[in-house]
């Protein structure tokens, strides 16, 4: 009886130790996978701090709503001097992450950047290249800079374009 009493308990604690250690196994896959960068997951709107369930544009962090060129195109004209994004919130003066996502893929510049009057639109002066692949990004992982005048940061984009030959 002895016997079989040692041997059970020694079966339920290889048992503890295999359970375990394949939760812990799965828990560091999990861990390292979210820290590999990658697309960013959709999120959930923000709720509102009464916990009320309403989402509104003025409670949301600010979003890309329009960009000059359009993101996608594959037929700028290379003479075009300035890059235009739009937010949807008025945006923070002298706050802005306009930056790169690759090796030659970010335009020269030939001014600093500078909100207009509506403090919504940044606006980036540059000198495009014929036939050239441009993939900026208006904050990033690494870059977080393009906030709302409540300090809030903007929603990472990726603006992607090619210019005519």
Same mark, same amino acid.
């Given at each position: 009886?002895?016997?079989?009493?040692? /041997?059970?308990? !020694?079966?339920?604690?290889?048992?503890?130790? +295999?359970?375990? $250690?394949?939760?812990? !196994? +799965?828990?560091?896959?999990?861990?390292?996978?979210?820290?590999? =960068?990658?697309? *960013?997951?959709?999120?959930? *709107? =923000?709720?509102?701090?009464?916990?009320? $369930?309403?989402?509104?544009?003025?409670?949301?962090?600010?979003?890309?709503?329009?960009?000059?060129?359009? @993101? $996608?195109? /594959?037929? !700028?004209? =290379?003479?075009? /001097?300035?890059?235009? !994004?739009?937010?949807?919130? *008025? #945006?923070?003066?002298?706050?802005?992450?306009?930056?790169?996502?690759?090796?030659?893929?970010?335009?020269? #510049?030939?001014?600093?950047?500078?909100?207009?009057?509506?403090?919504?639109?940044? +606006?980036?002066?540059?000198?495009?290249?014929? $036939?050239?692949?441009? @993939?900026?990004?208006?904050?990033?992982? &690494?870059?977080? &800079?393009?906030?709302?005048?409540?300090?809030?940061?903007? +929603?990472?984009?990726?603006?992607?374009?090619? /210019?005519?030959?």
């Amino acid at each position: 009886m002895m016997a079989w009493a040692k /041997t059970k308990i !020694v079966a339920a604690v290889i048992g503890v130790i +295999v359970i375990g $250690g394949a939760g812990g !196994v +799965v828990a560091m896959k999990n861990a390292m996978a979210a820290d590999k =960068p990658g697309a *960013p997951a959709a999120q959930p *709107p =923000p709720r509102d701090p009464q916990n009320d $369930g309403t989402v509104s544009v003025g409670k949301a962090p600010p979003v890309v709503i329009k960009t000059e060129p359009q @993101a $996608g195109l /594959t037929d !700028v004209d =290379p003479s075009l /001097t300035e890059i235009k !994004v739009t937010y949807s919130k *008025p #945006m923070k003066d002298n706050s802005w992450s306009w930056s790169t996502w690759g090796d030659d893929t970010f335009p020269k #510049m030939t001014g600093k950047p500078h909100y207009e009057a509506d403090q919504r639109s940044c +606006v980036l002066p540059v000198k495009l290249e014929p $036939g050239h692949t441009y @993939a900026i990004w208006l904050n990033s992982e &690494n870059f977080g &800079n393009f906030r709302d005048t409540n300090g809030e940061k903007a +929603v990472p984009y990726l603006l992607v374009f090619e /210019t005519k030959k």
